[in-house]
């Protein structure tokens, strides 16, 4: 099995990379800082791919130079700026995170899933955010970019796993919500570390599945499905 994992230089991503290597997984990790990927592809032993998730003609190139991925986690992301409400939003900060987490999901799955697709067996998993959901406090105002584009991972999410048969197919498409955890982005307080914060993408990565029986094309959060 291989697996790709965007963000893996840092934070949660890097934790995931962590989780599937225990598991056997051989795994390559991208991210957009080439000292931040040599670092953490170094620590871990895995390959590293340096990428901007928004240069969709790069991620080709680079799909053309690998063999294909059976597992990708998308957990790559940024924030968006503190007084970002709708009005006090800049320009440059709506399209950076909507570039990123948003476009930048479509760009590494429009690139990299068409294998699963066609071999009938792959997973993909999407970092989302409680502040995405569109239940409880999810779209509550504020941190509009940020909020809107997790919103927006939901919708690919859930449009990608129909469009994959719900897992019949043999590819589960899943978002997580991995709560407040302690990385660059979570900040030192929060209250559960990277670790756990990755453990229910990991389960998600690595769990048996029977098709008819388990559920795929949801969003979760401690291995629980909650509303999107
Ligand atoms: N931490 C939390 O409390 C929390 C809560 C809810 C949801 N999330 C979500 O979980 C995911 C991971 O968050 P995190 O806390 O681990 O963030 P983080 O510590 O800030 O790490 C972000 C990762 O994304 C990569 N990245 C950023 N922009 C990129 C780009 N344009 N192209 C390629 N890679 C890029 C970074 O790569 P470089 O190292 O190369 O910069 C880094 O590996 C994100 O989607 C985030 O929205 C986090």
């Known amino acids: 099995m291989r697996a790709l994992v965007t963000g893996g230089s840092r ?3 890097y934790e995931v990379a ?3 290597l225990a598991h056997g997984i051989d795994t390559t990790i991208l991210g957009q800082n080439a000292e931040n990927v040599a670092k953490a592809s170094r620590e871990l032993g895995v390959s590293g791919i340096t990428c901007d998730v928004r240069d969709y003609n790069r991620l080709r ?4 130079q690998h063999q294909p991925f059976d597992i990708i986690v998308l957990s790559h992301g940024v924030m968006s700026e503190k007084m970002s409400k709708t009005i006090k939003a800049t320009k440059e900060d709506w399209d950076r995170t909507i570039d990123i987490n948003l476009s930048g999901v479509f760009n590494v799955v429009n690139t990299f899933a068409d294998h699963m697709v066609e071999q009938r067996q792959g997973r993909v998993i999407v970092f989302s955010a409680c502040l995405g959901r569109m239940s409880g406090p999810g779209n509550a105002g504020g941190l509009a970019p940020y909020r809107i584009s997790k919103a927006g991972v939901n919708a690919f999410v859930r449009n990608f796993a129909h469009e994959t048969g719900l897992g019949a197919r043999g590819v589960l498409v899943d978002a997580i919500c991995p709560n407040h955890s302690q990385t660059d982005m979570g900040g030192p307080n929060a209250l559960r570390t990277a670790a756990e ?3 229910t993408a990991i389960w998600l990565a690595t769990r048996d599945f029977t098709a008819g029986v388990d559920q795929t ?3 979760w959060e401690d291995r629980e499905v909650v509303e999107w």
């Open 11 to 13: 934070g949660l991503g």
């Open 217 to 219: 094309g949801l969003l």
């Open 197 to 199: 914060g990755a453990e």
């Open 61 to 64: 190139e680079i799909k053309s």
């Open 18 to 20: 962590r989780g599937l």
